[in-house]
Each structure stands twice: as C-alpha cells, then as structure tokens.
T-cell receptor
Framework: DVKVTQSSRYLVKRTGEKVFLECVQD?????MFWYRQDPGLGLRLIYF???????EKGDIPEGYSVSREKKERFSLILESASTNQTSMYLC??????????????FGDGTRLSIL | GQNIDQPTEMTATEGAIVQINCTYQ??????LFWYQQHAGEAPTFLSY????GLEEKGRFSSFLSRSKGYSYLLLKELQMKDSASYLC????????????FGSGTKLNVKP
C-alpha cells in the first residue's frame, strides 16, 4: 500500500513566520501535490511537482513556494504566514498523469492555524 | 473556468441505497475520480470512469455520461461506516497531472 506521510497533524504558527510543511511518500511516485481544503471550497491545488526539482503552479500559488530535492519528499513553504492561510493542507502523490486510471494517494493532512 | 458541483450534504438510512451526483463544466475532460474521506482522515480512492456507463465495485458503483457532464456514485446496503464525505474530481484534458475537485458531499447514515 502507498503511504503518504505528512510531518505534522496539527500546527500553530504566528503571523509573519516562515512555515514548512513536509510530505514523504514511499512508492517512488513521480508526481507529488499540495492542496488546501477549506469548507465549501473543496480541494484547491497550490503546487505540484512531476520530477525532482520540477514544479508547476496550481490554482492558488500566491504566498506559497515548494521544494523537491529528493523524489520521495515534497515540502510546502509559507514564506510569511498570514491568517488567511489557516486551513487543512493535504499532500498527495501519484504515478505520471499519462497512467490515466491511477488515482492520487493522500496523506492525512496538516491542520494549520495562523494566529 | 472549471466548475464541479455536488450537493453539500445528504442523509440516508442504514441498509438503504443512496446516489450522490456530480456535474461538471470543464474546458476538457480526461476521466473522473471518486474519493471517500472520513472526518480527519485522508481521501481514499473509490472509483474511476473515463468512458460512458456504469462501473461496479462491490457495494459501490459509479456512472458517467460525458455528453451530459454528469456522474453519480451509488452506494448500496448502506452501513454506518459509510458516513463520510465523497469527493468528485475531474482530470484536465490538456494537463494530465491536474485535477479539479468538487467541494464534496457529506453523507450521514442514520440507524
């Protein structure tokens, strides 16, 4: 079974802090994703990566950056945290998109509160 | 833009059948996924449709009509453990790595 592990289930930070969310997958997947999940808005893509050191912006990249130095690890960085970034953050991994019927595999999420 | 619509919440009785609908208006379509998400847990994959018709997997089935931009998830013989949110996601036609999610349908199963 694919395992996607997010480093923290709950995190509380202060406005203006630099925040790191870490995600590790154990299935050698090429693709990794960061979403945020807010009530009534569903999952919105922040960034995804299709290979080491490669990344693409999703629908809401403002205020975030990412890092993928190793295939199994994908980090989300909030450069200067703000209260509107309080949310549930979900990491996912998958085989390349050309493998059409393969789903994304999600971590349990990090509930981040910015005070 | 991309628009994926699902009902916000539904309630059904243990042992019954429930149908959760998903309609989509997207600039392209390359497959539709259904996920189940229990409160506080990761979404987990339920089903995938890319061609019109019904896909059956035990108590769960999923249907797709591409011409109508419509899918549904059918849950039979409901159990209390089926209480969860159900997410519909459409894969982008031009970027296979991109998915558009609905806001999810929270299903409450009552005894």
């Amino acid at each position: 079974d694919v395992k996607v592990t997010q480093s923290s289930r709950y995190l509380v930070k202060r406005t203006g802090e630099k925040v790191f969310l870490e995600c590790v997958q154990d299935m050698d997947h090429e693709n990794m994703f960061w979403y945020r999940q807010d009530p009534g808005l569903g999952l919105r893509l922040i960034y995804f990566s299709y290979d080491v050191k490669m990344k693409e912006k999703g629908d809401i990249p403002e205020g975030y950056s990412v890092s993928r130095e190793k295939k199994e690890r994908f980090s989300l960085i909030l450069e200067s945290a703000s209260t509107n970034q309080t949310s549930m953050y979900l990491c996912a991994s998958s085989l390349p998109g050309t493998t059409l019927n393969q789903p994304q595999h999600f971590g349990d999420g990090t509930r981040l509160s910015i005070l | 833009g991309q628009n994926i619509d699902q009902p916000t919440e539904m309630t059904a009785t243990e042992g019954a059948i429930v149908q959760i609908n998903c309609t989509y208006q997207t600039s392209g379509f390359n497959g539709l996924f259904w996920y189940q998400q229990h409160a506080g847990e990761a979404p987990t994959f339920l089903s995938y449709n890319v061609l019109d018709g019904l896909e059956e997997k035990g108590r769960f089935s999923s249907f797709l009509s591409r011409s109508k931009g419509y899918s549904y998830l059918l849950l039979k013989e409901l159990q209390m453990k089926d209480s969860a949110s159900y997410l519909c996601a459409v894969r982008d036609l031009y970027n296979f790595n991109k998915f558009y999610f609905g806001s999810g349908t929270k299903l409450n199963v009552k005894p």
